[in-house]
């Protein structure tokens, strides 16, 4: 007999909230079989309102067949193993393989009769019934948290008959977050796989190139990036290798040249009124003031808040991060880390992470600095950053320094309307600047003061501006 493997791909509550079968292309009033290697999958909506609407993916997988069909069918233990094992009952890369066939448009981002819906942040739920993970909840939540996922959890027994024969390693997963609908199906075709740490076919070449495709924009700066590169293309060591090497060009290479002439403009700019080390200064002079030992400078660069915190004996450990590895690289350089002395180099760490991704090695610290970072994000990814450094990281002390727009027209070689930096998105005025800050503290429970770092000008202020943000109770 065949097996069955369930999967939710999607719930969401937009209003309307059957919108999800136009981007899912799939009827909400209908349901639909496709014909895959390995069985049938069936799509149905178990629940289609205004208000609700779930999507459901029914995998009916046939041993038999899958044995047949099977490429890469490695060692087996016993003789049936072929055709007595868990893959027709467990999410795998069945699952992944299924999403890919049954919801290859969605993937793509693709839409023809409602295309504005592509790009919309939806509250979206996806629960996997059944989802093998002989690594443990931990990784789990080191998988899906990074990502901006609320998980709920519940290990199942391995039969709920025998309780004394104690838990599985399957689990119920259930996943939450405003979402786009492509970016979930992403997620989940990339990471079912991982968390299993197998794959049913062959695992050639072209698995890179699926990676690549399907990790865009989120992979390379996934706190596990490593782990689950190594786990989707099955410890295969030569493809590993190549992957993680298209990861780390991405970075190191083709912006470098405007990045390089950007960062001279806006030097340029500032060095007449000395307001790069007026502003490393204020900053270091802010993390002296609140009392903290473990510190992290966030979006670190090349190091030069690092290079004014290392000699200080008040902090005890540093961890500068960055999502450029390029300038990771040159803060090794310039902060000559193999000729410092050992009590400053073991207090040291630099590592490579985004803002938009939750991370676990942010948490714990009681200060943290954003020095000139904030105006690099994209104004719709602000709100990310913000939980992951004052929800998730969660430090006594937030230091964040901008441009103060306003100040810009007194440069005169700054054309009207311009940014100081090419990349920044945007550059907000004292009064702008002051609203996020005062929305932010009260959101996560911090008190905020501003400072303006270099000389005010009246009516357009100096031409930065600094929070300092204390949580509640926090150390002093």
């Given at each position: 007999?065949?097996?069955?493997s369930?999967c ?7 209003s ?8 899912l ?16 999958a069936?799509?149905f ?5 205004p ?13 038999i067949?899958l044995f047949?069909s ?20 467990v ?6 393989v299924?999403l890919?066939a ?34 443990g ?15 709920k ?8 008959h ?16 405003e ?30 190139t699926?990676?690549?495709?399907r ?35 991405e ?9 390089q ?21 204020a ?6 003031e ?21 000699p ?11 999502v ?16 410092l002395p ?12 985004s803002?938009?991704y ?18 690099h994000?994209?104004p719709?990814r602000?709100e990310?950053?913000?939980?992951v450094?004052?929800g ?6 937030v230091?964040?320094?901008t ?11 700054l ?13 907000w ?24 770092i ?13 929070a300092?943000?204390?949580r ?5």
């Amino acid at each position: 007999m065949p097996g069955l493997s369930f999967c939710r791909p999607s719930t969401t509550t937009h209003s309307p909230a059957t919108d999800l079968g136009f981007l899912l292309h799939k009827h909400p009033g209908k349901v639909q079989t496709f014909s895959l290697s390995f069985g049938l999958a069936h799509i149905f909506y178990p629940e289609a309102t205004p208000d609700r609407c779930t999507a459901a993916l029914l995998l009916e997988i046939d041993p038999i067949q899958l044995f047949r069909s099977r490429r890469d069918s490695g060692n087996t233990s016993f003789a049936l193993q072929q055709y007595v094992n868990d893959r027709p009952y467990v999410a795998s890369s069945f699952l992944s393989v299924a999403l890919a066939a049954v919801f290859g448009s969605a993937l793509a981002g693709q839409c023809k009769n409602r295309p504005e819906l592509v790009e919309m942040t939806l509250p979206l739920t996806a629960k996997i019934s059944v989802l093998p993970c002989r690594s443990g909840e931990d990784l789990l939540q080191r998988l899906f948290e990074p990502l901006g996922y609320t998980l709920k959890v519940d290990r199942l027994p391995l039969d709920p008959h025998f309780p004394e024969w104690g838990a599985s390693d399957v689990y119920t997963v259930e996943l939450s977050a405003e979402k786009r609908l492509k970016d979930l199906l992403a997620h989940l075709y990339v990471l079912i796989p991982v968390l299993d740490d197998d794959k049913h076919y062959y695992v050639g070449e072209d698995e890179i190139t699926k990676l690549m495709g399907r990790g865009e924009g989120w992979l390379a700066g996934h706190p596990e990036r490593d782990l689950i590169v190594e786990r989707y293309l099955r410890h295969r060591r030569n493809l590993t290798e190549s992957a993680l090497s298209q990861l780390r060009e991405e970075d190191l290479s083709g912006n470098d040249t405007d990045e390089q002439q950007a960062d001279a403009r806006e030097e340029t700019l500032e060095h007449s009124i000395g307001l790069n080390q007026q502003r490393l200064e204020a900053v270091f002079a802010k993390m002296k003031e609140s009392g903290a030992n473990r510190v992290l400078d966030l979006g670190c660069g090349e190091g030069k808040l690092i290079r004014l915190l290392l000699p200080d004996h008040q902090f005890s450990q540093i961890v500068g991060m960055d999502v450029s590895s390029r300038s990771l690289a040159q803060a090794e350089l310039r902060l000559q880390l193999e000729r410092l002395p050992d009590a400053q180099r073991s207090k040291l760490k630099l590592i490579q992470g985004s803002l938009l991704y939750q991370d676990r090695r942010l948490a714990g610290f009681d200060a943290a600095a954003l020095v000139e970072v904030i105006e690099h994000l994209e104004p719709d990814r602000i709100e990310v950053m913000e939980r992951v450094v004052f929800g998730s990281a969660s430090p006594n002390t937030v230091i964040v320094t901008t441009p103060n727009q306003e100040y810009n027209r007194m440069w005169p070689n700054l054309p009207a309307g311009k940014f100081r930096h090419l990349d920044h998105h945007f550059e907000w005025s004292r009064t702008e600047f002051h609203d996020w800050a005062i929305r932010v503290g009260l959101t996560y429970g911090y008190e905020v003061a501003f400072f303006p770092i270099g000389a005010s000008v009246p009516e357009v202020g100096a031409p930065t501006q600094m929070a300092v943000f204390k949580r509640s109770g926090g150390k002093e």
